[in-house]
């Protein structure tokens, strides 16, 4: 079965997982270096990307190459897939000042102390 390109699907990867950073579009094409428009126009699957764009949103989402065009989860990213999660709620966190990270920790740690009585 031959393997096909689907800019939608592709898109909406890149969408969830910049969105699970806790970051906007803006700061998703800075951060690779291209254009806000060409950048938005990748996630709504209006249009292709070069490799080197590729690549850098490989790096910057911490996701494979394979995963953000075919949408394939190879066991080695099944085992990463906890710390993608873990990845995504540090970013958030990176992205917050102090007084926002303060009160995280302590809704986290209610959130675990009322895990435990259950």
């Known amino acids: 079965m031959k393997e096909t390109y689907d800019r939608l699907a592709?898109?909406?990867r890149i969408r969830l997982k910049r969105t699970l950073l806790g970051?906007?579009?803006e700061e998703m094409a800075v951060k690779i270096?291209?254009?806000t428009k060409y950048y938005a126009d990748i996630e709504r699957g209006c249009c292709g990307m070069s490799i080197e764009t590729l690549m850098a949103l490989s790096a910057s989402l911490?996701?494979?190459m394979d995963y953000?065009?075919?949408g394939k989860v190879s066991d080695e990213t099944e085992k990463k897939k906890h710390t993608e999660?873990?990845?995504a709620i540090i970013g958030m966190l990176d992205t917050s000042d102090t007084r926002t990270q303060q009160y995280a920790m302590?809704?986290?740690k209610l959130?675990?102390?009322?895990?435990?009585t259950k």
């Open 23 to 25: 970051l906007t579009q």
């Open 10 to 12: 592709a898109g909406d």
């Open 62 to 64: 911490d996701m494979s």
């Open 85 to 87: 999660e873990v990845s």
């Open 33 to 35: 270096n291209r254009a």
């Open 111 to 116: 959130f675990f102390a009322a895990c435990k």
């Open 106 to 108: 302590n809704m986290l």
């Open 68 to 70: 953000i065009i075919y």
